[in-house]
C-alpha cells in the first residue's frame, strides 16, 4: 500500500510539471511584447550639470546681503560732511536684539549697585542684654533685653548686610550688545560721526574779553552764562538740543570747552570719554554724537564674537569684519 501510494504521488509530480512548463512556453512570447511596448518603471534623462556657472545662469543672479554700509565722516559744529567711508555691517547693521540690550542693561546696573547697606542686629546694638524686669509677679507684658526688635532702637530682623550685587553675562553676549546698540542707532539715523578732535570753538570777540581780561570784573557767572547760551544755540541749530530729546557727546579723550559748556546746560546734552560709556549711555538720549577714533574704539573693543579664535590661511575662510575705508572723500 505505501509503494502504490508513493507511486501515485511521482506521477502527479510529474504531471504538474509538465503542465507549468506548457503554461511558461505558451505565455512567453506575450509577456516580451507587453514588456517591449512599455516598462513598469518610467525612464526619465538625467539632468545635465555643469560646474562653472555662466553669467546667464539662475545661480548667479541669487541675491546676495551687503556686507559694508555707508557711513558720514560731519565736521564738528558746523556738521558739514566731510567724506564718505565704508564699515562693516557687522558693526553697525545688526538687527534688534531686544533681549540682549536687556541683559546687557540689566548686567551693568548690577555691577555698578555699592551694596554697602548695613543695619544691626540685636546682638550688635550697643548696650546690656540684661532682662529689663522679672518676668512673673509686674503685672505687665514679659520682656527680654532692650536690643529685642520688637522694642524702640533695638535690632533689625533681617535686615540689610553689605553684599555683591554683581552678576554675569557672556562677553561675547556683552560685545554683541554694544554693537546692537550703535546698530540701533544707526538704522534710526541718530548716529552722527564726527571727526576726531571735536571740540566747541568759541567766538573770537568772547576769547579776545577773556585773552584780555574783559570779564574778570564781572566774575564768573557772566562767562557761564555766555557759554550755556553759546552751547545751546549750536545745539538747537543741528537740531541736537533738548527738543531733539539732547544729545551724548563721545569723544576719545577730554574737551574741555565742551564738557564744561555742556555741564552748564544738562537739559540739553551731556559729554562722555570712551571709557565711561555703557550700553545704558548709547540708548538714553536722543542723539548719539561721536568722534570717529572713539566708535573705532568702541566696535575694536566689543567684537569677541566675530573675531576668529584660530588662524587659518584658507583664502574662504572668512576674515576679520574691517571698517573706515574710505570711498569719497
Given amino acids: 500500500m505505501a509503494a502504490k501510494g508513493a507511486r501515485g504521488l511521482c506521477e502527479a509530480m510529474r504531471s504538474l510539471s509538465i503542465t507549468s512548463h506548457a503554461w ?18 518610467t525612464e526619465a534623462s538625467l539632468p545635465t550639470t555643469s560646474t562653472n556657472a555662466s553669467p546667464s545662469s539662475p545661480s548667479s543672479s541669487l541675491w546676495k546681503p551687503a556686507t559694508t554700509i555707508p557711513v558720514t565722516i560731519f565736521n564738528f559744529p558746523s556738521y558739514e560732511p566731510q567724506r564718505l567711508e ?40 550697643h548696650g546690656s542684654h540684661k532682662k529689663l524686669r522679672p518676668q512673673k509677679g509686674t503685672g505687665k507684658a514679659r520682656v527680654g533685653d532692650k536690643q529685642s526688635p520688637l522694642r ?7 535686615g540689610p548686610k553689605p553684599r555683591d550685587f554683581g552678576t554675569k553675562i557672556t562677553r561675547k553676549v556683552y560685545d554683541l550688545a554694544w554693537r546692537t546698540a550703535l546698530s540701533y542707532r544707526y538704522r534710526r539715523g541718530e548716529l552722527v560721526v564726527c571727526q576726531d578732535g571735536m571740540e566747541l570753538p568759541l567766538p573770537a570777540d568772547f576769547e579776545a574779553l577773556l585773552r584780555g581780561g574783559g570779564l574778570r570784573e564781572s566774575g564768573a557767572e557772566l562767562e557761564a552764562g555766555f557759554r550755556a547760551k553759546w552751547v545751546k544755540q549750536v545745539l538747537d541749530f543741528n537740531d541736537w538740543g533738548r527738543k531733539a530729546g539732547r544729545s551724548t557727546f563721545i569723544t576719545s579723550s577730554r574737551r574741555d570747552n565742551l564738557f564744561e559748556a ?10 562722555l570719554d570712551v571709557g565711561d560709556v555703557d550700553v545704558k549711555d548709547l540708548l ?12 573705532m574704539h568702541m566696535i575694536e573693543s566689543h567684537q569677541s564674537d566675530i573675531t576668529p579664535s584660530i588662524f587659518v590661511t584658507n583664502a574662504a575662510f572668512p576674515r576679520v569684519a574691517t571698517s573706515g575705508e574710505i570711498i569719497v572723500e
Fill in 284 to 295: 538714553e538720549t536722543g542723539r548719539i554724537v561721536v568722534e570717529r577714533d572713539a566708535l
Fill in 262 to 271: 555742556l555741564d552748564l546746560v544738562p537739559r540739553w546734552g551731556r559729554a
Fill in 86 to 125: 565704508s564699515w562693516s555691517t557687522k558693526h553697525l547693521y545688526l538687527p534688534l536684539r531686544r533681549d540682549i540690550l536687556h541683559l546687557a542693561v540689566i548686567y551693568e546696573g548690577d555691577n555698578t549697585r555699592q551694596g554697602t547697606a548695613s543695619s544691626k542686629t540685636r546682638y550688635e546694638v
Fill in 152 to 158: 524702640r532702637g533695638g535690632g533689625k530682623t533681617f
Fill in 24 to 41: 511558461r512556453k505558451a505565455a512567453s512570447p506575450r509577456i516580451s511584447s507587453i514588456a517591449s511596448a512599455r516598462s513598469m518603471a
